[in-house]
């Protein structure tokens, strides 16, 4: 039933590792997107892809790279991480149609010691 | 980037309608208002959007004023688990290739009172 669902829901890892994101959406949607919540709760918009083409790159680093096997799936890959990667990363979805909402998964807490 | 304004806090008795100001007077005519909330470390839930009209579904109405510079959600009959952290959101339309960024600002966090 799940419509926007990623895993893991928890990451915990050492700096310098290599780790991976999956989301995964059953809704059809042409439109995947990457977001990051960080420590004061802000909300910002990391990548968006569009039947697996990248829209958006909102200059991040090139540590992070997304990757979308299909139009359901939208991945995260990030190198060597760093302190400042933890934070809480969201996968969302969305028609292309003008006026769509967007729909978002539970997230995943990256914690980097 | 945020092009919308909000209180920070806002607190409503149980039961009672639950009204969230927001201002947006830099709209512009192609731009969507929308509302979404975020209860506790979930994921942001979309509420209610709209573009001229007022609209109103089974979580929420919104009403958005006749010069679209501001408008507000309203929940009906407000419930503890409602409490949760609004989001006022504007968002463009890219002609034929979708939409603009869904970009959120800080907005207003609500406590239902008991």
């Known amino acids: 039933d799940t419509a926007v669902s990623q895993t893991p829901k928890y990451l915990v890892t050492q700096m310098g590792n290599d780790k991976s994101i999956k989301c995964e959406q059953n809704?059809?949607?042409?439109?995947m997107y990457w977001y990051k919540q960080d420590s004061k709760k802000f909300l910002k918009i990391m990548f968006s892809?569009?039947?697996?083409?990248?829209?958006i790159n909102e200059t991040v680093p090139n540590r992070f790279s997304p990757k979308s096997p299909d139009k359901a799936h939208l991945n995260l890959h990030i190198n060597s991480l760093e302190l400042g990667d933890s934070a809480v990363y969201f996968c969302?979805?969305?028609?292309?149609?003008?006026?769509?909402?967007?729909?978002f998964g539970n997230g995943t807490r990256l914690t980097v010691t | 980037d945020a092009k919308t304004t909000q209180p920070p806090s806002m607190d409503c008795a149980e039961g009672r309608a639950a009204n969230l100001p927001c201002n947006h007077s830099?709209?512009?005519?192609?731009?969507?208002v929308y509302w979404y909330r975020q209860i506790h470390s979930q994921g942001p839930q979309y509420i209610i959007h709209?573009?001229?009209n007022n609209e109103t579904n089974e979580m929420a109405s919104l009403i958005i004023t006749e010069d679209r510079k501001s408008s507000t959600l309203i929940l009906p009959h407000a419930t503890l688990r409602d409490t949760a952290v609004y989001y006022c959101?504007?968002?463009?339309?890219?002609?034929?290739?979708?939409?603009?960024?869904?970009?959120f600002g800080t907005g207003t966090r609500l406590t239902i009172i008991p």
């Open positions: 969302a979805s969305s028609p292309l149609a003008p006026g769509s909402p967007l729909h």
């Open positions: 809704l059809g949607h042409d439109t």
């Open positions: 892809y569009n039947n697996k083409e990248l829209i």
């Open positions: 830099t709209i512009s005519g192609n731009e969507y």
């Open positions: 709209g573009l001229k």
């Open positions: 959101i504007v968002r463009g339309v890219i002609s034929n290739f979708g939409n603009e960024k869904l970009t």
